[in-house]
Structure formats: structure tokens, C-alpha cells
Antibody
Framework: EVQLVESGGGLVQPGGSLRLSCAAS????????MHWVRQATGKGLEWVSA???????YYPGSVKGRFTISRENAKNSLYLQMNSLRAGDTAVYYC????????????WGQGTLVTVSS | SYVLTQPPSVSVAPGQTARITCGGN??????VHWYQQKPGQAPVLVVY???DRPSGIPERFSGSNSGNTATLTISRVEAGDEADYYC?????????????FGGGTKLTVL
């Protein structure tokens, strides 16, 4: 059974940093592209980053230069290093697996809440 | 950057057909994916590559994509279908290629 379990969320002050982790199991982690998607309370889904099997990374303009996605295949783990956090980064952060070649996300974790506040 | 436009809400009576649209410039040239999200839960993929269904998704869920509009169709709507629905594409055309989501549509079952 495919499982994705996020951890590392919490309360952080504006300007601070946080590192999220996603533990994957039930599939060959190294063979799949992986993503982070976030959702502020009462708002829609917002894509945050992606990493390919070769380590290629992708970000939207809103987080590029502040967030860094990485993976450690030996540990079946995905990470998101978040720096220079702002109030607008407050959201539930989901990790998700990309199924195929066109960006569809077939499995999602349950999310971890990040709150940026003083 | 590429923009996907969804109606904020759609209402339908049980047993009827719900159609949720997703507009984008020449979206017919892209592969569109659809997600269902119920309150307090993670999104679930219900249609991918315009019209394919993951295993375990009822045949009542179908999709189409042409021109500037993609459509998720839910036939014989049930109370349990009440949820938020999001369309999504991969945009490779911008300076920052990546995933784009529509704003979401709340489906209400009357």
C-alpha cells in the first residue's frame, strides 16, 4: 500500500525557517517524481515544488529562492526546506507522488500544518 | 503564467448530472487532471489525462477536453459526491514550468 507521511510542521516566526519531511512507503520511491502542494485554510490548492527522479527541481515564482526541495532515495524521503517564511506561507503542506508523464498526482499524504506568525 | 478558471460553485440534485468546467488558453492541447477534496481530507485523483479514471473511481466520473475548456462530468450524482473539485495541468510554456491548479469548484448536492 502506498503511503506518504508528512512531518515537521509547526509554528515559526516570520523570517524563520522550517524543514518538512515526507516518508514514502509501498512503492519504489526512486522511480517517481515527487511534489509539494499547499493549501491555506479555506483556500484552493497551490503547487509549491517538484523534483524529478534525476534530481531536477521546479518551483513557482512565489517560492523560488526561498524554498528548496530535495530527496534522499536511500531513506525513501522527500524534503522541503523553507526559508524566509512569511505569513502568506501559512498552510497545510502535502507531499504527493506523480504517476505519469503529464503531472498527475495519484497519491497524497495527509498534510502537515505550517503556521507563520509572531 | 498559465491560468485555469473554474466556476466557484455548481449545484445539482441527486441523480442528475453535474458538469464542472475548467477554462484555459488552448487547454485542449494539454493533459488535464481532476481532483476531489472533501473537508479535512487530502485531494483524491478522480480523472487524469483528460478522461482516464484511476482504479477505484466510479464510472460515473468522466472527463473531456477540447479547445479552451475541459469538463468533469459526474453522472447520477450522489450525496457523497459533495466536495471541492480542482482541475490541474502541467504548464511547460512559462519561465517557471510547473503544476497549475484551477481555483476549485464547490459541488453542492441539493
Amino acid at each position: 500500500e502506498v503511503q506518504l507521511v508528512e512531518s515537521g510542521g509547526g509554528l515559526v516566526q516570520p523570517g524563520g525557517s522550517l524543514r518538512l519531511s515526507c516518508a514514502a512507503s509501498g512503492f519504489t520511491f526512486s522511480s517517481y517524481d515527487m511534489h509539494w502542494v499547499r493549501q491555506a485554510t479555506g483556500k484552493g490548492l497551490e503547487w509549491v515544488s517538484a523534483i524529478g527522479t534525476a534530481g531536477d527541481t521546479y518551483y513557482p515564482g512565489s517560492v523560488k529562492g526561498r524554498f528548496t526541495i530535495s530527496r534522499e532515495n536511500a531513506k525513501n524521503s522527500l524534503y522541503l526546506q523553507m526559508n524566509s517564511l512569511r505569513a502568506g506561507d501559512t498552510a497545510v503542506y502535502y507531499c504527493a507522488r506523480e504517476q505519469g508523464e503529464t503531472g498527475e498526482l495519484d497519491y497524497w499524504g495527509q498534510g502537515t500544518l505550517v503556521t507563520v506568525s509572531s | 503564467s498559465y491560468v485555469l478558471t473554474q466556476p466557484p460553485s455548481v449545484s445539482v440534485a441527486p441523480g442528475q448530472t453535474a458538469r464542472i468546467t475548467c477554462g484555459g488558453n488552448n487547454i485542449g492541447s494539454k493533459s488535464v487532471h481532476w481532483y476531489q477534496q472533501k473537508p479535512g481530507q487530502a485531494p483524491v485523483l478522480v480523472v487524469y489525462d483528460d478522461s482516464d479514471r484511476p482504479s477505484g473511481i466510479p464510472e460515473r466520473f468522466s472527463g473531456s477536453n477540447s479547445g479552451n475548456t475541459a469538463t468533469l462530468t459526474i453522472s447520477r450524482v450522489e450525496a457523497g459526491d459533495e466536495a471541492d473539485y480542482y482541475c490541474q495541468v502541467w504548464d511547460s510554456s512559462s519561465d517557471h514550468p510547473g503544476v497549475v491548479f484551477g481555483g476549485g469548484t464547490k459541488l453542492t448536492v441539493l
